[in-house]
C-alpha cells in the first residue's frame, strides 16, 4: 500500500508541474529503502513491486510497456548486488547516498538517452534541475536509513 | 541460506528484466497497448483530479501575476508619458499665454502728472485708437501701478494705486487673507480691512484678488511694510510697499484687454 501512495505521489506530482520539470524518483527511493531495511522476502516483493510500478508508469506517461519497468528492476537489482557484495563495515553514509542517487540517476539518464526526446541543451538542463532535486531526496532516503538503523540497534 | 536467498533474488530479478525486455520488444506489435494506455489514463484522472485542478489553479496565478506584472510596466510607462505631455502642453500653453500677453503688452509713456493731483493720477500717450478701454490695468517693472480711469482718442489717464479713489481687492499671498488697497492721497499705500490676529507680517506679499475680466487676479502689488495699526472696530490697517516706483514714472506698460485668456 505504501509503495502506491509514493508512486501515486510521484504521478501527482508530475501532473503538477505538467513535464516542466522530472520530478524525482520518490517511488524508486522507497523501493531502495525498503531493500537495505528489510530481509529477503521482502526483496523479491519489491522487485516485482519495482517491474509493476514501472510498467504502470510506462503505461501512464511513456506509452512503451517495459521501459521504465525495466530500468526500475535494473536499479534494484544493482542495489541489491552492490548490499550484497559490500561487508557491513562498508555501509558508510557515503555509499547509502550513493546507493539512494543512483535510484534518481539511471532512470533518468536512461529517459534522457534512449527515449529519442529532444536531448537539446534545454533537456539536459532539466535533467540538471531534476538532479538538483533529486539530492535533497536521496539525502532524506539516507537519513531515514540511519534512523532506521539507529532505532534496531537501540 | 544466504546463497539460496540470493539465487532466489537474482531469479525473480532475472525474470522481470526478462518479461521487460519481451514487453519492451513485442509492444510495438501489441495492438491492445493503445487501449490499455487509455484505460490506464482514464482510471488515473480520477485521483490526479486534484492535482490537474491544482495545476491549472498555479496556472492561472502565474498568469494573473504576470498579466498584473505587465500592466503594472504598462502603467508605469503610460504615467511617464502622461508626465511629459503634462509638461510639453503646460510649457505649449504658457508660451501661448506668454505670446499673448507679450501681444496685449502696451508700452506707454507719462505725458503728465499735475502737481495738484500728483499722488492721485498722471496722463499716459495711449487711448481709445490704441485699444486702451476704462479700467485697464497699468504696470511699472511688473508691479501694478494703477487702472485706467478715463481714456479719450490719443491719451488716457490712470488712477494711481496712492489715489484714495482707486480700491483693490487683493489677497496677501502667504495666508490668502483678502483685503482692500487704498491709497491716502499722500503718496501711501494702505491695506485695509483685514481681521485682527490673523498673524500677518512685514514682508509678505499683497496681489490683486479676483475681480474681473480687465484685471486679473494674481498681479502683483507689493508688500506689507509694517506691523499694522488697529482701527478699534476689529480690523487692522496695514501700509504697504509697492513694488512700482510711484514717484519714478516715466513709462508705464497697460495690460490690454482680450476676451478669453481669464475666463
Redesign the interface.
Known sequence: MIYAVFW?AQ???T????GAMQIPEIFLSCLVYRLLTRD?EV??FV??T??LG???WD??WV?????F??SY??V??LV?WVW?ALPVSGRTPLVIFFLFWTAQLIPTILSALLLGRNISEARWMLFAAQQGCAVPVALLGAFFYFQHEKGQNA | MVDKRLTAEWIHGIVALIVGFFLLGASPNLGVLRSVVDFVGSVLSVPEYPAVVSREFLQDLYRWAKDKNDLTRQLKVLQDENSKLRITRSVLVAEQIKAELDARMEEARVTLREPHSWWNEFRIDKGFNQGVIIGLPVFQNGFLVGRVSSVSTFSSWVELLTSPALMIPVVIEETRELGVVVGDGSGSVLLTYIPEGRGIEAGMKVSTALISELLPPGIPIGSIADEGAASGSGYVTYKITPGAATSLLYTVTILKHSKGIFR
Open positions: 501515486l504521478d501527482l506530482l501532473v503538477l508541474t505538467s529477503w526483496n523479491i522487485i516485482w519495482a517491474f514501472g510498467l504502470l503505461l501512464r506509452g512503451i510497456p517495459g521501459f519497468a525495466l528492476v535494473s534494484v537489482m541489491l550484497n
